[in-house]
């Protein structure tokens, strides 16, 4: 289920500029901050679009609790989702929930799931938008935890909350051209239709699911639950043979120098 249309986005994005955000001292474009402005664009694009349901995630928090402002505990506050999956991946600490007022709103938090929200008729669209550099060789970026989709995973299975969120990706691949960014291409993926066996889990690299969103699988054809299933399983056994890993390289050379 999607309430937007990637391929459009995903063409409107083709040859679309941006100003290079270090023009002035021609400083290097490196890392996640140069394509910055892309994420910009395409939220501003969907905010055009769609002015009524895209949010950031932090206006769709702020923008929940000062249209209920009788919701004052975090559990009246965590009591206007009627997601359960939503309510994870989107509401802030228990702390940062109860402290919230009109004085003091969420800003924007470097590991807020999504970028972009589109939410309607009780369906959470995530939206996070990659950059990609592609003057340069780069590994995979990191994507989201493996820990969380776990996480997420289990409370969808727990409450059969099978059609409330969707996680989506927009890679906007750019070059360099004098004082801008071009796009060259766009790309779109859907988490959920990655075949679970075929994501790459880093463990050393704070156990981040890696990808380009070019290259994502998007062959799966089961539902959400399958999916759930599915995810876990691979989860659990890259885990295992992590822990694996972990034994023989950290603990088996060492284990006599500590045994009595
Ligand atoms: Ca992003």
């Known amino acids: 289920m999607s309430n937007i249309s990637y391929v459009k986005i995903l063409s409107w994005l083709e040859n679309k500029e941006v100003d290079r955000p270090n023009a002035a001292d021609n400083g290097t474009l490196s890392g996640h901050a140069a394509g910055e402005p892309f994420e910009k664009l395409v939220y501003r694009h969907l905010k055009e679009l769609y002015p009524n349901n895209v949010y950031k995630q932090y206006e769709f928090l702020n923008d929940l609790y000062r249209r209920n402002p009788e919701s004052i505990t975090i559990k009246d506050r965590q009591a206007l989702f009627n997601s359960p999956v939503a309510l994870f991946l989107l509401s802030r600490g228990d702390a940062a929930t109860r402290d919230w007022d009109i004085q003091n709103v969420f800003e924007e938090k470097q590991n807020d799931t999504a970028d972009i929200l589109f939410h309607k008729n009780e369906y959470f669209e995530l939206i996070d938008v990659k950059t990609r550099n592609i003057s340069k060789a780069a590994q995979a970026p990191n994507i989201i935890s493996a820990y969380k989709v776990a996480q997420m995973c289990a409370i969808i299975l727990d409450n059969q909350d099978f059609d409330t969120v969707g996680i989506n990706y927009v890679e906007v691949d750019w070059l360099p051209k004098e004082d801008k960014l071009v796009c060259t291409q766009a790309h779109y993926g859907n988490l ?10 880093n463990w050393a690299a704070a156990m981040q699911i890696q990808f380009h969103v070019s290259e994502l699988d998007q062959t799966y054809t089961g539902t959400l639950e399958e999916w759930a ?12 043979h ?3 890993i972990m034994y023989k390289k950290y603990v088996k050379p060492f284990k006599k120098y500590v045994e009595e």
């Open 229 to 240: 299933k599915a995810y876990l399983k691979m989860f659990v056994a890259s885990a295992e």
């Open 242 to 244: 992590r822990c694996d």
């Open 192 to 201: 959920f239709k990655a075949t679970p066996n075929t994501l790459y889990i």
